[in-house]
């Protein structure tokens, strides 16, 4: 199985380039890195996890740039993002920064897409809460008509695009109705989202992998219906704690990838977990 890592990268954490290239040189499959652009103050979301909103937070840095460092210093390490906000970007914007990254990358991106949680960033992006899923769906969309190989259009819902060239493109080819990098979608199992995945995604990112057991039939339902090849539908554990026994039972699911989380912290306590990571690689 595949080792990866997730981190909130921070003003006061190790860098981007100095975790990549440990990462790489410790065989670690990719590095995921979330996306917070700000938290309001005046927040009533409550913290999905359940108490304070920790620190990190209110720090993340920029994923696609840090994502770009980590590039520059790799040449096999997986790049994603854990998640992308797409309701909070302009679409045109967001497939030329994926594009890029991929590009520059050697088509080593994964776009790991989601939601959102905190209501007040979304609205200071002009996200109507009742309608993020289908906006997102709607900006898929409309980056896969600028990521195809010839001038297409787009009318959406919430947006649109004329035929337009649009340069670089994503390295990976179409597969099925997907059109981009490798995507992956983040959030709860259940009819609405196993539906988006099967629509225009590779797989799945469940947050902590709980109840693997229970919905991956449901996924795996679904995808058939829609037509889909069954050897192709990735789930991909996200921001789980390891043990032996759950990496085995992962794969015995038949899960090639898991990302662990690593400690928001400076270069001598994310060096020392990598080492204690260092069974499981």
Known sequence: MRISVTIFLTDETITPTRLARELEERG?????????????????????????????????????????????????????????????????????????????????????????????????????????????????????????????????????????LAYPKPVRKPRGPVVGPRTLIGGGAGPKLFAHICEYADGWLPIGGRGLGESLPALRAAWAEAGREPAELEVVPYAVVPTRGKLEYYGELGIEEAVVQLPPAGETEVLRVLDELAPYV
Request: cysteine-free; glycine content about 12%; aromatic content about 8%.
């Open 28 to 164: 670690f499959a990719g590095l995921y890195l979330p996306e917070h652009t700000h938290i309001p103050v005046e927040r009533v979301t409550p913290y999905p996890a359940g108490g304070g909103l920790p620190r990190e937070y209110t720090r993340t840095l920029d994923p696609f740039v840090g994502l770009a460092q980590a590039a520059a210093v790799t040449e096999r390490l997986g790049l994603g993002t854990g998640i992308t906000l797409v309701a909070q970007h302009d679409p045109i914007d967001l497939a030329k920064q994926i594009a890029t990254v991929d590009h520059l990358s050697g088509g080593r991106l994964t776009l790991g897409l989601g939601y959102g949680w905190n209501v007040e960033e979304a609205a200071d992006h002009g996200v109507e809460w009742r309608t993020r899923r289908e906006l997102v769906r709607d900006r898929m969309a409309l980056m896969r008509a600028l990521w195809s190989d010839e001038p297409t259009g787009y009318e959406g819902e919430f947006g649109s695009v004329r035929p337009s």
